[in-house]
């Protein structure tokens, strides 16, 4: 039986077709759905020979004009094209790393949202994590599924998802518990405007804290180690090889499910270790522009008004920038 846990708004209704040709190219909310009041998940035959197609809208909901590539105003636009994007977290932002080891901040993904994709479009999270992408889909409008491996973060999105919901909002917002190589299972062909995503980061999470900074504020993830889990099929658990290649495989299954010309967002940082720069967005750039997406734009995501107390490293002869006061944002299109 394969786990699907989504967000309940219906009765019965179960989001997921039993068949790809019911489903294919839905692109009509389900707005008029009973409402369910249960928010027991839902289990799915994995036995059946038939992918299990989503029920979720796709198309726009906006009166923006068709070459658009978003509903915002010029004045909005504007303030995007400086590369360099800086966030606060607010306080519905899960900052407990004991609920979550790496979360970014709704704001984040609200942005790139925004610059992405229009009003009633159908956003694509492979790696959800807490559910942030999918707060901020729901805030901006926008239709949006999640995976994840971990049944515990799949229920927190849950929880999130029902805890934020608006009273008259149209568009769905699901968390399905199960792999990201397994999504091209439940979406139709072009079907998606926008993939973003923070994805795990190799092996480098998978080692017992205990570097200077972390000392220094003698908080209590010294010595533990920072993993999501032990799941062989996560690839937080894998090296930076066999990383790249999942990461690779992943993307290549989901260019089918993306629009042409829509945008694929990944946030990663790169990192130190054992004095060496672990170059992980290069390895990235080169493998997804193989699969066959294009870099379009390196955004900085600039973390140092969220970086308190940074200690001094390696002077006064071994020049490092910390990692964690700046990440990156790849944008890549479907050519
Ligand atoms: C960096 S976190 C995402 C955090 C998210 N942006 C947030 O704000 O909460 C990466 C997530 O990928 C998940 N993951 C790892 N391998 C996976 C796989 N093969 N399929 C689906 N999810 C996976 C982990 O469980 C983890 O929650």
Known sequence: MR???FESDFTHQNPLTSSAHEAS???TPLAGNPANT???????????PEPHLLEIGTDRTCDCKPNHICCLTAKEWLKNQVGVWKFSYEKRDIRDKNVHPATYP???ARRVIEQFSHKGELILDPFVGSGSSLIAAQDSNRNAVGFDLSKKY??????????NRGLFSREKQYAICDDARSIS???SPESVSLILTSPPYANLLNRKRGNKSRKARSNDQLGKIEQYSQDPRDLGTMSLESY?????????SLLPILRPKAHCVINVPDMWWQNERITIHVSLI????????ELRNIIIWDRTNIVNRIGIFGWPSNYITMGVTFEYLLDFWRP
Do not use: D, K, V, W
């Open 3 to 5: 786990h699907i846990h």
């Open 25 to 27: 190219h839905s692109s």
């Open 38 to 48: 249960s928010s027991e998940p839902l289990l799915q035959n994995n036995a059946s």
């Open 106 to 108: 709704i704001s984040l």
């Open 154 to 163: 799949i229920e927190l999105c849950q929880q999130r998802i029902i805890e």
């Open 185 to 187: 299972n439940y979406l």
């Open 244 to 252: 790249t290649n999942s990461m690779g495989n992943i993307f290549a």
């Open 286 to 293: 080169e493998e997804l522009r193989q699969r066959g997406y």
